[in-house]
């Protein structure tokens, strides 16, 4: 779909038209389908994030976390087309297909060619044809003029050639005839020779927009008639008028209200001009071209649909409309919201009124707050005198009620920290008395205790209220006087607190009386820092508030958010430099799905904390293959080319691992790296290079010794071209004198998907699969395990221990019997484990075997209470009798780098020295030690865990600098 737009929203939530690009894919699986109390709604994957409002803040949130009572975001108002555009601009030639049309300028050329219609001898077929229009006579009536055979001229007119006595005898007819230039355009249909429409204007004037208007919401098309039903004289009386002067054709009465236009020429004319459809409004939906209408020729298609399908209920104050289309009822709703008028549609079960059928699905849709009534009566209104007068009423009535309108979700605690800070003390007593001076912050604080939510209107006059107070509150010089505690909110008891002095010293200070100097120093010191503190924190609550009430978004109260298994093909949309888009029905806000997810699809950040806090905290881990256009010479991760869509060839499997970015997660990092055969060093342009994370991550690839490494800029999208090349120059700079020195340097934006392609063709060339030995004994290592058992399941179904990790050499067989080192503790003594494997799984397929390279899962008949939680991670798989032993306790033969790698300043590494904490990670194991003896290289080590490794092996040191563990260096099991 090239030149596709969509909405999205910039950082300060406006709403801009951009670019974007769509993907199309097979799909099945899990889907989450959310529909909100006012009827939006959304089918979405279980990883694509919506906008949500907790009451504290805006955050993007995974559909599959949302439920019931939350807020989840959609626009309030659409923009306006400036200018109309046609959505058929070639329909004269479409409709040439089927009908014989006469413009204007064409009949005053055959004017001009047969002397002002006297001289018809030099006339083509064609010609002769076209002077039959613009008399508006049937084939029939010309055969039985002419005395010839039922379908002998329409047969002529079509294959375009006539016998000389069919020629003399339409130049007879002709001759007698007075033709006349018609005003418009006339279109003859071929299969109907009789049905003749005349056109004034082919465009989307007022006329022919409430024209259609009036058919979608109270008529019908069939194959060869306009069908049209209406009680109402107005609007009956205004079809009927656009019919005679507008179309020159003539409705006729069928009875109790029902009319037809019997014209194939008219039907043909709607379906390919204007996008109308055969069928009923159940089968038929409103053409989308409505929506892409200027606001003013909008308001003309709104007013006269509502006046005919909607109704004004003046005893539950909102006006409501019913259609049998879903399609239809959602368009309509998208429309309003371009006029600022918001709607919620809900389904319902009712018969048809003009037939006894069974009851079927329909959609209403609601107007009801009171903005949206009165912008509606402004700017759309109705053309029947008795709905407007109707909506005039409920408009002066709820306005005179205030009635509320959308809320925002403001937790309690949040509002009642800035009446605090601000010093607005709120008695109980003084909540329940009726006094007329309440301020009106008051009522609002008391709605908000009770629903944990505000209106809109509520939230901008109490941040307007609030603002000057909180501009006195930053102005104001501090005054030590009780009047000044008593005007902010601060006790004395609270100074007396915090000065360390009694509440009747702070009493003396604040009246002037003398005490003893330090204490009154450090009550002044109290009062000015106390007040500091509430100023500060009030101006961080009122920019929160201000924050989680942009204007042009309104917060839907989710009523369900359920499972449903999907099969089919699904459209992703990723928007760059905005990573946002309005999407479902009912205009709700989404984001880009985001370096592993973009190469492999799957979201590795599984673990709640992991989402919550934004960064990885286990291993995660996902396949993925590559795969090569031969035609576009490009890699992509799909079997669909995303450039040409034509398939891809296969080339290669890769696993990825998905380590912790942040440098507390050191230790994690380092088991990861362990299972890797090359690494992509993920950097951010948006950050200066390097953050501390990034440099202790560059020198743990050193110590585990990986030398394929690709460097990836990420985040190209949320700097300039210009920040971008002085980044990369950053980047260049950092690396020189690494092992990283010479990797290659990949600028992408993982959340567009942009320079994907070029990040996999590079690690086709600069990672090649390294060779494995197939050999040797197995040795697996486990980065995750699980039970996979669910709550309540029978015994007879249950499933042993599930093991996640991979094999970096030899091969595992099922029924295979392998051990498991170090083992279950039992008593004061660790015990290895022996199973059996019951089931292989690399990259979602059952295997017989698993050989190395790649991540795999091994099912165990092992009692699954050992393997969950993650309780054997660390633990090495493999067959007995062929393991390395089990250490509790450790030599080594270690270097330590000359400064703390990732630490604040230059903070050189101290000599190991007995006594000592360090942890040690060895291959994917982590434990801590206590070092029972050191020399300058040599270090003993009684671990706190036990850990399976070969002497030879390597070992990361990390030690606690500044209260976190940081890498420090390694050693070698000796």
Same mark, same amino acid.
């Given at each position: 779909?090239?030149?596709?737009?969509?909405?999205?929203?910039?950082?300060?939530?406006?709403?801009?038209?951009?670019?974007?690009?769509?993907?199309?894919?097979?799909?099945?699986?899990?889907?989450?389908?959310?529909?909100?109390?006012?009827?939006?709604?959304?089918?979405?994957?279980?990883?694509?994030?919506?906008?949500?409002?907790?009451?504290?803040?805006?955050?993007? =949130?995974?559909?599959?976390?949302?439920?019931?009572?939350?807020?989840?975001?959609?626009?309030?108002?659409?923009?306006?087309?400036?200018?109309?555009?046609?959505?058929?601009?070639?329909?004269?030639?479409?409709?040439?297909?089927?009908?014989?049309?006469? /413009?204007?300028?064409?009949?005053?050329?055959?004017?001009?060619?047969?002397?002002?219609?006297?001289?018809?001898?030099?006339?083509?077929?064609?010609?002769?044809?076209?002077?039959?229009?613009?008399?508006?006579?049937?084939?029939?009536?010309?055969?039985?003029?002419?005395?010839?055979?039922?379908?002998?001229?329409?047969?002529?007119?079509?294959?375009?050639?006539?016998?000389?006595?069919?020629?003399?005898?339409?130049?007879?007819?002709?001759?007698?005839?007075?033709?006349?230039?018609?005003?418009?355009?006339?279109?003859?249909?071929?299969?109907?020779?009789?049905?003749?429409?005349?056109?004034?204007?082919?465009?989307?004037?007022?006329?022919?927009?409430?024209?259609?208007?009036?058919?979608?919401?109270?008529?019908?098309?069939?194959?060869?008639?306009?069908?049209?039903?209406?009680?109402?004289?107005?609007?009956?009386?205004?079809?009927?008028?656009?019919?005679?002067?507008?179309?020159?054709?003539?409705?006729?009465?069928?009875?109790?209200?029902?009319?037809?236009?019997?014209?194939?020429?008219?039907?043909?004319?709607?379906?390919?001009?204007?996008?109308?459809?055969?069928?009923?409004?159940?089968?038929?939906?409103?053409?989308?071209?409505?929506?892409?209408?200027?606001?003013?020729?909008?308001?003309?298609?709104?007013?006269?649909?509502?006046?005919?399908?909607?109704?004004?209920?003046?005893?539950?104050?909102?006006?409501?409309?019913?259609?049998?289309?879903?399609?239809?009822?959602?368009?309509?709703?998208?429309?309003?919201?371009?006029?600022?008028?918001?709607?919620?549609?809900?389904?319902?079960?009712?018969?048809?009124?003009?037939?006894?059928?069974?009851?079927?699905?329909?959609?209403?849709?609601?107007?009801?707050?009171?903005?949206?009534?009165?912008?509606?009566?402004?700017?759309?209104?109705?053309?029947?005198?008795?709905?407007?007068?109707?909506?005039?009423?409920?408009?002066?009535?709820?306005?005179?009620?205030?009635?509320?309108?959308?809320?925002?979700?403001?937790?309690?605690?949040?509002?009642?920290?800035?009446?605090?800070?601000?010093?607005?003390?709120?008695?109980?007593?003084?909540?329940?008395?009726?006094?007329?001076?309440?301020?009106?912050?008051?009522?609002?604080?008391?709605?908000?205790?009770?629903?944990?939510?505000?209106?809109?209107?509520?939230?901008?006059?109490?941040?307007?209220?609030?603002?000057?107070?909180?501009?006195?509150?930053?102005?104001?010089?501090?005054?030590?006087?009780?009047?000044?505690?008593?005007?902010?909110?601060?006790?004395?008891?609270?100074?007396?607190?915090?000065?360390? /002095?009694?509440?009747?010293?702070?009493?003396?200070?604040?009246?002037?009386?003398?005490?003893?100097?330090?204490?009154?120093?450090?009550?002044?010191?109290?009062?000015?820092?106390?007040?500091?503190?509430?100023?500060?924190?009030?101006?961080?609550?009122?920019?929160?508030?201000?924050?989680?009430?942009?204007?042009?978004?309104?917060?839907?109260?989710?009523?369900?958010?359920?499972?449903?298994?999907?099969?089919?093909?699904?459209?992703?949309?990723?928007?760059?430099?905005?990573?946002?888009?309005?999407?479902?029905?009912?205009?709700?806000?989404?984001?880009?799905?985001?370096?592993?997810?973009?190469?492999?699809?799957?979201?590795?950040?599984?673990?709640?904390?992991?989402?919550?806090?934004?960064? /990885?905290?286990?291993?995660?881990?996902?396949?993925?293959?590559?795969?090569?256009?031969?035609?576009?010479?490009?890699?992509?991760?799909?079997?669909?080319?995303? =450039?040409?869509?034509?398939?891809?060839?296969?080339?290669?499997?890769?696993?990825?691992?998905?380590?912790?970015?942040?440098?507390?997660?050191?230790?994690?990092?380092?088991?990861?790296?362990?299972?890797?055969?090359?690494?992509?060093?993920?950097?951010?342009?948006?950050?200066?290079?390097?953050?501390?994370?990034?440099?202790?991550?560059?020198?743990?690839?050193?110590?585990?010794?990986?030398?394929?490494?690709?460097?990836?800029?990420?985040?190209?999208?949320?700097?300039?071209?210009?920040?971008?090349?002085?980044?990369?120059?950053?980047? =260049?700079?950092?690396?020189?004198?690494?092992?990283?020195?010479?990797?290659?340097?990949?600028?992408?934006?993982?959340?567009?998907?942009?320079?994907?392609?070029?990040?996999?063709?590079?690690?086709?060339?600069?990672?090649?699969?390294?060779?494995?030995?197939?050999?040797?004994?197995?040795?697996?290592?486990?980065?995750?395990?699980?039970?996979?058992?669910?709550?309540?399941?029978?015994?007879?179904?249950?499933?042993?221990?599930?093991?996640?990790?991979?094999? /970096?050499?030899?091969?595992?067989?099922?029924?295979?019997?392998?051990?498991?080192?170090?083992?279950?503790?039992?008593?004061?003594?660790?015990?290895?484990?022996?199973?059996?494997?019951?089931?292989?799984?690399?990259?979602?397929?059952?295997?017989?075997?698993?050989?190395?390279?790649?991540?795999?899962?091994?099912?165990?008949?092992?009692?699954?209470?050992?393997?969950?939680?993650?309780?054997?991670?660390?633990?090495?798989?493999?067959?007995?009798?062929?393991?390395?032993?089990?250490?509790?306790?450790?030599?080594?033969?270690?270097?330590?780098?000359?400064?703390?790698?990732?630490?604040?300043?230059?903070?050189?590494?101290?000599?190991?020295?007995?006594?000592?904490?360090?942890?040690?990670?060895?291959?994917?194991?982590?434990?801590?030690?206590?070092?029972?003896?050191?020399?300058?290289?040599?270090?003993?080590?009684?671990?706190?865990?036990?850990?399976?490794?070969?002497?030879?092996?390597?070992?990361?040191?990390?030690?606690?600098?500044?209260?976190?563990?940081?890498?420090?260096?390694?050693?070698?099991?000796?």
């Amino acid at each position: 779909m090239p030149n596709l737009r969509v909405f999205s929203l910039d950082p300060n939530f406006d709403l801009t038209s951009v670019s974007a690009n769509v993907f199309v894919q097979n799909y099945k699986g899990g889907m989450i389908e959310i529909v909100t109390k006012d009827g939006k709604r959304l089918k979405a994957s279980p990883k694509h994030p919506l906008l949500v409002n907790n009451g504290y803040e805006i955050i993007w =949130k995974s559909t599959d976390e949302l439920k019931e009572g939350d807020f989840i975001g959609a626009l309030k108002e659409l923009p306006e087309n400036p200018v109309l555009k046609d959505p058929v601009p070639d329909w004269l030639e479409k409709i040439e297909k089927e009908c014989w049309v006469v /413009t204007k300028e064409r009949a005053k050329q055959l004017e001009e060619k047969t002397g002002n219609f006297r001289d018809f001898s030099q006339l083509s077929v064609s010609e002769l044809n076209e002077i039959r229009i613009l008399n508006k006579i049937s084939c029939n009536k010309i055969q039985k003029a002419c005395k010839g055979g039922n379908d002998y001229f329409s047969g002529s007119f079509k294959k375009g050639k006539l016998t000389k006595v069919q020629r003399e005898n339409l130049i007879e007819f002709f001759s007698t005839m007075k033709t006349y230039i018609p005003e418009g355009t006339i279109i003859n249909c071929k299969h109907k020779s009789q049905s003749f429409i005349e056109i004034a204007d082919a465009g989307f004037n007022d006329e022919i927009i409430r024209f259609i208007a009036l058919i979608l919401s109270e008529g019908c098309l069939t194959s060869n008639n306009v069908k049209f039903s209406q009680s109402e004289n107005e609007l009956l009386l205004d079809f009927l008028n656009i019919c005679s002067t507008h179309l020159k054709i003539k409705a006729v009465y069928e009875g109790q209200f029902d009319y037809a236009i019997r014209n194939k020429a008219l039907v043909k004319f709607l379906e390919i001009r204007y996008g109308l459809q055969e069928g009923n409004s159940y089968k038929s939906s409103i053409p989308k071209w409505i929506f892409s209408l200027p606001n003013k020729k909008l308001c003309v298609f709104l007013r006269s649909f509502f006046s005919a399908e909607g109704n004004v209920n003046e005893k539950s104050n909102q006006i409501a409309l019913i259609q049998a289309n879903k399609k239809s009822i959602y368009l309509i709703g998208y429309a309003l919201k371009k006029f600022g008028v918001s709607n919620s549609i809900h389904p319902t079960w009712k018969r048809a009124t003009n037939s006894n059928s069974p009851k079927r699905e329909y959609w209403q849709l609601f107007i009801s707050d009171s903005k949206s009534l009165r912008i509606f009566q402004e700017k759309i209104g109705f053309d029947l005198p008795y709905k407007q007068i109707k909506l005039e009423k409920i408009c002066s009535r709820i306005q005179r009620c205030k009635k509320t309108d959308h809320v925002v979700p403001i937790k309690y605690k949040l509002l009642s920290d800035l009446f605090n800070a601000l010093g607005l003390e709120i008695k109980r007593e003084y909540l329940k008395k009726e006094c007329k001076q309440k301020p009106s912050w008051i009522f609002v604080y008391r709605d908000c205790r009770v629903k944990n939510a505000i209106s809109e209107d509520k939230i901008r006059e109490l941040l307007s209220s609030f603002y000057n107070r909180l501009k006195e509150m930053e102005n104001i010089n501090v005054s030590i006087s009780e009047e000044f505690l008593t005007r902010w909110g601060i006790s004395q008891r609270r100074i007396a607190k915090i000065s360390g /002095t009694s509440p009747k010293k702070v009493s003396y200070v604040l009246r002037g009386l003398k005490i003893d100097s330090k204490d009154n120093t450090s009550i002044t010191n109290a009062i000015l820092s106390e007040f500091e503190n509430c100023r500060k924190k009030a101006r961080e609550i009122f920019n929160q508030l201000n924050e989680i009430a942009p204007k042009n978004i309104e917060w839907c109260k989710i009523k369900s958010a359920k499972k449903i298994e999907y099969s089919g093909p699904i459209i992703d949309l990723q928007v760059p430099g905005y990573h946002n888009f309005v999407c479902g029905m009912g205009a709700l806000i989404a984001h880009n799905t985001s370096l592993t997810q973009a190469l492999t699809g799957k979201w590795t950040d599984t673990h709640s904390e992991e989402i919550k806090r934004g960064i /990885t905290i286990r291993l995660g881990y996902a396949d993925v293959t590559f795969y090569y256009c031969e035609k576009c010479s490009s890699y992509a991760n799909t079997l669909k080319c995303p =450039k040409c869509f034509s398939d891809a060839e296969p080339k290669r499997s890769v696993s990825f691992i998905d380590a912790p970015g942040h440098e507390t997660l050191m230790a994690t990092v380092l088991s990861g790296a362990s299972l890797m055969d090359g690494a992509l060093l993920l950097i951010s342009a948006d950050e200066k290079c390097p953050q501390p994370q990034t440099a202790e991550h560059l020198k743990a690839l050193d110590v585990v010794g990986i030398k394929n490494i690709i460097i990836v800029q990420n985040k190209i999208d949320l700097v300039s071209e210009q920040k971008a090349i002085e980044h990369y120059k950053q980047i =260049k700079e950092f690396v020189k004198g690494t092992v990283a020195e010479n990797a290659p340097i990949i600028p992408v934006s993982a959340i567009n998907n942009a320079n994907i392609d070029v990040l996999i063709e590079t690690i086709e060339k600069n990672m090649p699969t390294p060779e494995r030995d197939t050999t040797k004994p197995p040795k697996f290592y486990v980065a995750r395990s699980f039970d996979v058992n669910k709550p309540g399941a029978d015994i007879n179904a249950l499933k042993g221990s599930v093991i996640g990790g991979s094999l /970096t050499q030899g091969v595992i067989k099922i029924n295979d019997t392998l051990e498991i080192r170090p083992g279950a503790k039992i008593g004061d003594k660790w015990t290895p484990l022996k199973s059996k494997a019951v089931e292989i799984i690399e990259s979602g397929q059952k295997l017989k075997e698993a050989k190395s390279g790649g991540l795999a899962a091994i099912q165990l008949d092992l009692d699954p209470a050992l393997s969950r939680g993650d309780g054997l991670v660390g633990s090495v798989v493999g067959h007995p009798d062929n393991m390395p032993p089990v250490m509790e306790e450790m030599k080594l033969d270690i270097k330590l780098f000359e400064k703390v790698i990732g630490a604040t300043g230059n903070q050189k590494i101290n000599a190991v020295k007995t006594g000592d904490v360090i942890m040690l990670t060895a291959a994917i194991a982590k434990t801590v030690g206590v070092v029972v003896s050191a020399n300058k290289s040599v270090v003993h080590i009684k671990l706190k865990l036990p850990v399976c490794a070969d002497k030879g092996d390597k070992v990361a040191l990390s030690m606690q600098v500044g209260g976190r563990w940081h890498l420090v260096g390694y050693g070698i099991v000796i």
